[in-house]
């Protein structure tokens, strides 16, 4: 079954600790985005990658860092640098950035800063 | 700038009844395209519905239906004869091309609707 899938469900971090926060999709598809989803709020992009080797930033990327290696996997990092990391992160892909592409979301990952 | 709303933060309904949720959009492209994605209590986003910004038809699929009414700049989601499954977040979301001046269509999502069924 193609999909995405994020690793792991849940994840303890204690202030200062760097977190790596998987991301894998076997669509075939060129574009693929990390949003930040807080209580009560939409979803804000984080970063996004277009194609391998290439990302840019969203609107709120101060504190996380990615990469884009291989086709399928889109990594974010989430750095001591992030004052408040304690959020729902879902992962999404796309055929393309083109307006009409809609994006396919993985099952999330929740964050907890201890 | 783009920007979604969605006034309703929660809505409590019983089985049975019609629902709708209501969403306003604000942009500056003529080009875009409007989505619904539930969010159900597992936390996974499902897309439900594109439609873009030529096509004003309004579409029905099972009990769900959208009206796109551009001259209110709304695209509300209806569900008919609700079922405790349809309990779940629900996100209006906007994307259009050349948003910010750059070639990438962003995608901004409204701050979701709660929707409740009781059986």
Known sequence: ?114 | AQKVTQAQTEISVVEKEDVTLDCVYETRDTTYYLFWYKQPPSGELVFLIRRNSFDEQNEISGRYSWNFQKSTSSFNFTITASQVVDSAVYFCALRSYNAGGTSYGKLTFGQGTILTVHP
Not at chain 1, 23 to 33: G, I
Not at chain 1, 65 to 75: G, H, L, M
Not at chain 1, 79 to 86: L, V
């Open chain 1, 1 to 114: 079954d193609g999909g995405i899938t994020q690793s792991p469900k849940y994840l303890f971090r204690k202030e200062g600790q760097n977190v790596t926060l998987s991301c894998e999709q076997n669509l075939n598809h060129d574009a693929m985005y990390w949003y930040r989803q807080d209580p009560g709020q939409g979803l804000r992009l984080i970063y996004y990658s277009q194609i391998v080797n290439d990302f840019q930033k969203g609107d709120i990327a101060e504190g996380y860092s990615v990469s884009r290696e291989k086709k399928e996997s889109f990594p974010l990092t989430v750095t001591s640098a992030q004052k408040n990391p304690t959020a729902f992160y879902l992962c999404a892909s796309s055929e393309g950035l083109a307006e009409y592409n809609e994006q396919f979301f993985g099952p999330g990952t929740r964050l907890t800063v201890l």
